[in-house]
């Protein structure tokens, strides 16, 4: 049995079902969240101001890894923030750890994509933070757009279909690029990932999908799982 301790800005059981169909059995998830109500400067840093306790409090269990998600929250303070969050939770407890834009970037790393548009469902100025932040480690998002959702609660409701369908139209718009991403767990769009590959033949790098990859290869789970496109289906670092 391996266990993940899990920060989010709004985790839930439900926005672990996807996880677990992608994990393979004898993963258990202890999940903390930090409860951001609506994306703004003023919740981030409030979230922040929490962030070490829930470290803290999951450092007393025997976790084999930690993944810190969230975005929005990660990338608030800049291009570069995942690396100072990474180095506060080094300070509090040696177990391996990552943050799902350290996953994303290096997801985007091993697929070889460095030139991608990115559809969320965020607002603009939230994709706008995301877009710089990606360009600090090389990925270029050549275009983006988003849904202008205000928090997890409205994302939430969006159908996985969403995903695909902005997806699929921004990469006819954009067809020289490497790929696409597609920002938060909450928008459920790890079950459209294969879809959109085999309909456009781009790349996809979602939240979920880049993390629980992450989690794996940290713990040495190296095989392949198929169906939820190329970067768990064999793309190794």
């Known amino acids: ?3 993940i301790g899990l920060i989010s800005p709004n985790t839930t059981e439900d926005t672990l079902a996807d996880v677990y169909k992608i994990f393979p059995p004898g993963i258990r998830i202890e999940g903390r969240t930090l409860q951001v109500a609506k994306y703004t400067d003023q919740e981030f840093h409030r979230a922040e101001l929490a962030f070490q306790v829930h470290v803290r409090d999951l450092a007393r269990l025997p976790l084999d890894f930690l993944m810190v998600t969230g975005e929005l929250f990660l990338s608030y303070k800049g291009p570069g923030s995942d690396r100072q969050i990474l180095d506060r939770v080094k300070k509090i407890t040696p177990t391996p750890a990552s943050t799902v834009l350290t996953a994303v970037t290096r997801g985007c790393q091993a697929l070889k994509l460095k030139r991608i548009v990115m559809a969320s469902p965020f607002a603009e100025d939230q994709d706008a933070r995301l877009v ?3 360009a600090h480690d090389g990925i270029e998002v050549v275009a983006f757009r988003g849904l202008g959702c205000p928090n997890a609660d409205v994302i939430w409701q969006l159908p996985p279909e969403t995903g695909y369908e902005l997806a ?3 990469l006819d718009e954009h067809p020289s690029v490497d790929g696409i991403y597609l920002p938060c767990n909450k928008w459920r769009t790890a ?4 879809k959109i590959e085999k309909d456009t033949g781009k790349l996809v790098v ?3 999908q880049a993390w629980t990859w992450e989690a794996m290869n940290a713990m040495g789970m190296r095989d392949p799982v ?5 970067l768990l289906d064999g793309a190794r670092v």
């Open 132 to 134: 710089k932040f990606l």
């Open 206 to 208: 979602t939240n979920t």
């Open 168 to 170: 699929t139209a921004l």
């Open 191 to 194: 079950s459209v990932i294969e």
């Open 1 to 3: 049995m391996k266990l």
């Open 226 to 230: 198929p169906g939820y496109g190329r």
